[in-house]
């Protein structure tokens, strides 16, 4: 499975922003797609998780700000973020977990700053 974010970028406080992960190979094995971020100095968070069956979980950080959903086809998952605020200026990374591995892409960054 290989991933690749994109649609990162600089945004205002209180902007949205819709991040985007293709995903190629064996995307009809992945379980769960997740978006993960890191904030510089920081531990990487789990930011949202889609199961295959539509559930979905949320990280504390961007509960009730963030959506994550996914495409009919299984080759893209979104995460809609709203009123972004400059603590929320991070790298995000896609993932998914597939036959009891985790992939990752290449992360996109996102800047939160007037």
């Known amino acids: 499975v290989q991933l690749q974010a994109f649609g990162g970028g600089l945004v205002q406080p209180g902007g949205s922003l819709r991040l985007s992960c293709a995903a190629s190979?064996?995307?009809?094995?992945?379980?769960?797609w997740a978006w993960y971020r890191q904030a510089p100095g920081k531990e990487r968070e789990m930011v949202a998780l889609?199961?295959?069956?539509?559930?979905?979980h949320y990280g504390e950080s961007m509960k009730g700000r963030s959506t994550i959903s996914g495409a009919d086809g299984g080759n893209m998952v979104y995460l809609q973020m709203n009123s972004l605020k400059p603590e929320d200026t991070a790298v995000y990374y896609c993932?998914?977990?597939?036959?009891?591995?985790?992939?990752w892409g290449q992360g996109t960054v996102v800047t939160v700053s007037s």
């Open positions: 889609l199961s295959n069956v539509g559930s979905t």
């Open positions: 190979g064996d995307i009809s094995s992945i379980n769960i």
């Open positions: 993932n998914a977990y597939s036959r009891g591995r985790y992939y």
